[in-house]
């Protein structure tokens, strides 16, 4: 028979926390620096599509979005409009916008510049087009028309 | 003077971890660790004034064509979004066998022309189903070449497979044509 060891200590042994901290600081930190606030208020109602072959984004940090969509603010109709950082514009503003998005990111990365087109189900593709045109203007000619995943199989 | 001996005050550090756990979760429930992911599409550089027109058999070209409607005309007829994948792969495979349909894989190009009033949401599930069917197309040959998937090829063989299924896929040049 084996022997059981029948006298357990009762004095409660008390666990050291002392790098309790530490452990809590470090994940602090690592989501801290990960964690992106939300850029921009979104001022068009963008819900993006759902498609199969997506791939994922090549490089975030030189990324920049243009949201198309219908206005959030209804006063403002339900024509499709653009959204450039935090305010609705015109086509032709977007060459400026490409400009000083270009300037706030890491020259190494500019080869990598792409746009992430965020734009609502229901948007007209004429506005979708006119975004096009002037990215191809400004020869930015990588483009993501964001969607969700969706597994294969019909659509609708 | 002399000195004192002063005591060094120790600070109480028990709370540093709830201070500490306090912010751990403001930054858990914050941070968005979303990746975004889409559609690629490489827009091509806008033509010269006076670049020629290619010459492309008709029989090569996949001629889609969406209206203000959302329906959409693949040579000249009528299909529903679904059945693109299909018909595009018979288009690209078809291997000079229906005359009206491609003459080889490296010489068939997709056209898609859209009205202005066409709906987002439509565009990109053709252009879904497209891509859908170019893969299908060069995952069966990578299968039939390397018996592999085309995603897990090489660089190399990605490029062999790539030259024989080109995808080009060719978006007419907008127009001011079709309602809003």
């Known amino acids: 028979m084996a022997k059981f060891n029948k006298k357990r200590s009762q004095s409660s042994t008390s666990i050291n926390t002392a790098s309790l901290p530490d452990i809590v600081f470090m994940l602090l930190f690592f989501f801290m620096v990960t964690t992106t606030m939300r850029e921009v208020t979104l001022k068009v109602k963008v819900n993006t599509p759902s498609a199969v072959e997506i791939e994922k984004l090549e490089r975030k940090v030189a990324t920049s979005y243009i949201y198309v969509g219908p206005p959030v603010d209804e006063r403002l109709g339900s024509a499709t409009r653009i959204q450039l950082n935090d305010q609705l514009a015109f086509p032709s503003e977007i060459p400026e916008f490409l400009e000083s998005e270009k300037t706030q990111i890491n020259p190494m990365e500019l080869p990598k510049f792409a746009i992430s087109l965020k734009a609502d189900k229901e948007a007209k593709m004429g506005v979708v087009t006119d975004v096009k045109q002037e990215l191809r203007k400004a020869e930015v000619y990588k483009l993501y028309y964001s969607s969700k995943k969706r597994q294969s199989g019909p659509q609708l | ?180």
């Open chain 2, 1 to 180: 003077m002399a000195r004192k001996k002063r005591s060094t005050p120790e600070i109480n550090a028990g709370s540093m971890a709830d201070i500490a756990f306090l912010l751990l979760i403001f930054f858990l429930v914050t941070t968005t660790m979303d990746t975004d992911t889409g559609l690629r599409a490489n827009l091509p550089p806008m033509p010269l004034p006076d670049q020629p027109i290619p010459d492309i058999k008709k029989r090569n070209v996949l001629e889609i064509r969406v209206n203000s409607q959302n329906l959409m005309l693949v040579e000249g007829e009528i299909m529903d979004v679904a059945q693109l994948k299909d018909f595009t792969i018979r288009f690209i495979t078809n291997y000079g066998k229906d005359l009206n349909l491609s003459e080889n894989p490296e010489k068939a190009v997709v056209s898609l022309k859209n009205d202005r009033g066409t709906a987002y949401d439509t565009y990109v599930q053709i252009q879904d189903q497209l891509r859908q069917a170019y893969t299908e197309v060069r995952n069966s040959a990578s299968q039939r070449q390397f018996g592999r998937d085309y995603n897990d090829l090489t660089d190399a063989q990605k490029k062999i497979i790539s030259k024989d299924y080109p995808q080009r896929i060719s978006e007419a040049e907008p127009e001011e044509v079709g309602g809003n």
